[in-house]
């Protein structure tokens, strides 16, 4: 039996990216893609996340424009 070869949750996101036009550098802040054609970027660091209502909190630790 061949085994299906499965995208790890970066490759794909790095894929629909890349289909989309975009280009993208590594954060040296925070763990995330830094989107090259964006006019704005806010790197963010999770604090808490509440699974009941959806809403994440988080710090600001750069922002570039």
């Known amino acids: 039996k061949e085994r299906k070869k499965e995208c790890s949750r970066k490759e ?8 989309a036009g975009f280009h993208t ?5 925070v763990n995330a893609p830094i989107i090259d054609e964006l006019p704005m970027v806010l790197e963010c ?3 808490r996340y509440d699974a009941d209502s959806c809403c994440l909190i988080g710090e600001i630790v750069n922002v570039s424009a």
Do not use: A, G, P, Y
């Not at 794909?12 to 289909?19: E, N, P, Q, V």
């Not at 550098?25 to 802040?29: F, G, I, L, N, V």
């Open 12 to 19: 794909f996101r790095t894929h629909k990216l890349k289909k």
């Open 25 to 29: 550098t590594k954060s040296e802040r």
């Open 45 to 47: 660091r999770l604090i």
